[in-house]
């Protein structure tokens, strides 16, 4: 049964790993309860560097249990649920095999699958302060390619831990998360790929754009990395 096994939020704290913003959300802690969900995501929950995050496209970040696992093997030493600075912590769903567009609906909320995590320093930082091995972490996220997916929320609501996530529509082009990752990062050539998606999130869009030439070449609100 796929499900919800954490809730996570956080709100801005300061440090120094953060860069010129000089405070971040990433540290999510689970909270118990119903929580309500809306358009630009969880009550309780706040973006710090809105120059790169939140909005429409990154109102929900979702991240599975069996990736988190994966990690607890490649570090040696457990990681609590909203350590990736995610606020859904799932189990019994393959995210990263999702298809982009893909509808899920839990407690009374409709989200969408709708693009990926790019790692940044931060997330480098927030895991080197938290007592884990930072060496090289962009680099290995990367190549891991278990990004995790950023959901749009369709329909406000509310959701809380032990949830069932029903998928209730998948689209037919077939370009999972992990897809959209690897032509966002990894492999630029695959970029055009991703004119199969209907209403394409905003960066990779502009990427996509900047591929075929209608933008200058660079052209992004995100850090290419």
Same mark, same amino acid.
């Given at each position: #049964?796929?499900?919800?096994?954490?809730?996570?939020?956080?709100?801005?704290?300061?440090?120094?790993?953060?860069?010129?913003?000089?405070?971040?959300?990433?540290?999510?802690?689970?909270?118990?309860?119903?929580?309500?969900?809306?358009?630009?995501?969880?009550?309780? +929950?706040?973006?710090?560097?809105?120059?790169? =995050?939140?909005?429409?496209?990154?109102?929900?970040?979702?991240?599975?249990? !069996?990736?988190? +696992?994966?990690?607890?093997?490649?570090?040696?030493?457990?990681? %609590?649920?909203? @350590?990736?600075?995610?606020?859904?912590?799932?189990?019994?769903?393959?995210?990263?095999?999702?298809?982009?567009?893909?509808?899920?609906?839990?407690?009374?909320?409709?989200?969408? /699958?709708?693009?990926?995590?790019?790692?940044?320093?931060?997330?480098?930082?927030? @895991?080197?302060?938290?007592?884990?091995?930072?060496?090289?972490?962009? &680099?290995?996220?990367?190549?891991?390619?278990?990004?995790?997916?950023?959901?749009?929320?369709? !329909?406000?609501?509310?959701?809380?831990?032990?949830?069932?996530? =029903?998928? /209730?529509?998948?689209?037919? =082009?077939?370009?999972?998360?992990?897809?959209?990752?690897?032509? #966002?990062?990894?492999?630029?050539?695959?970029?055009?790929?991703?004119?199969?998606?209907?209403?394409?999130?905003?960066? %990779?869009?502009?990427?996509?754009?900047? &591929?075929?030439?209608?933008?200058?070449?660079?052209?992004?609100?995100?850090?290419?990395?």
């Amino acid at each position: #049964m796929a499900r919800i096994c954490s809730v996570n939020v956080g709100q801005p704290v300061e440090v120094d790993f953060a860069g010129t913003v000089g405070r971040t959300s990433i540290d999510k802690r689970p909270v118990d309860g119903p929580v309500e969900v809306l358009p630009l995501g969880l009550a309780g +929950d706040s973006v710090s560097d809105t120059d790169y =995050h939140g909005g429409r496209d990154q109102a929900v970040y979702a991240y599975a249990r !069996e990736d988190l +696992d994966f990690w607890v093997e490649q570090l040696q030493q457990p990681i %609590p649920p909203g @350590q990736f600075g995610e606020n859904l912590t799932t189990e019994g769903i393959g995210l990263n095999a999702a298809v982009v567009g893909t509808r899920l609906r839990i407690g009374t909320t409709l989200l969408e /699958v709708c693009s990926v995590r790019t790692p940044c320093n931060t997330f480098k930082g927030w @895991q080197g302060a938290s007592g884990f091995d930072d060496t090289r972490w962009v &680099r290995r996220f990367m190549q891991a390619r278990r990004p995790g997916p950023y959901l749009r929320v369709l !329909e406000p609501g509310v959701l809380q831990a032990g949830d069932e996530i =029903h998928v /209730v529509a998948v689209p037919d =082009h077939g370009i999972t998360v992990v897809d959209l990752f690897v032509a #966002m990062n990894l492999d630029r050539s695959r970029l055009p790929s991703l004119q199969a998606i209907d209403d394409l999130a905003a960066e %990779p869009a502009r990427r996509l754009a900047a &591929r075929l030439g209608s933008l200058p070449a660079g052209t992004s609100t995100y850090p290419v990395l």
